[in-house]
């Protein structure tokens, strides 16, 4: 049973930048593993954001976040991190990490119900 675990949110000011990390369980060979990380911004619907296939390590990118966000993984400490700069008040929400053995399948990367792990997720806020 994969587990997950988010970390690095916080109360942050418009411009700033923000590493949210996403821990996987240390018996678990997270590398195998594809990851999307998702937000839920208040009174919205929860949306991918960024996701990242094993293997060769592709990444995917929601219109709304591009050149902003960079999403990596460190097999080594069995995590994927999301890196946001030039933070948005928009950007205010719960940011979840969502995990599937494998690899993603054209487009799919943002579904959902595609992810049978999820962590718990880490707040971010950003206010001036």
């Known amino acids: 049973q994969l587990q997950l675990v988010e970390s690095g949110g916080g109360l942050v000011q418009p411009g700033e930048s923000l590493r949210l990390s996403c821990a996987a369980s240390r018996s678990t060979l997270y590398s195998v593993y594809s990851t999307t990380w998702f937000r839920q911004a208040p009174g919205k619907e929860r949306e991918a954001v960024s996701g990242?296939?094993?293997?060769?390590?592709?990444?995917y990118y929601a219109d709304s976040v591009k050149g902003r966000f960079t999403i990596s993984r460190d097999n080594a400490k069995n995590m994927v991190n999301l890196q946001i700069n030039n933070l948005k008040t928009e950007d205010t929400g719960v940011y979840y990490c969502a995990a599937i053995l494998g690899r993603f399948t054209g487009s799919n990367w943002q579904l959902e119900t595609l992810y049978p792990y999820w962590g718990q997720g880490t707040q971010v806020t950003v206010s001036s």
């Open positions: 990242i296939s094993p293997g060769d390590s592709s990444t």
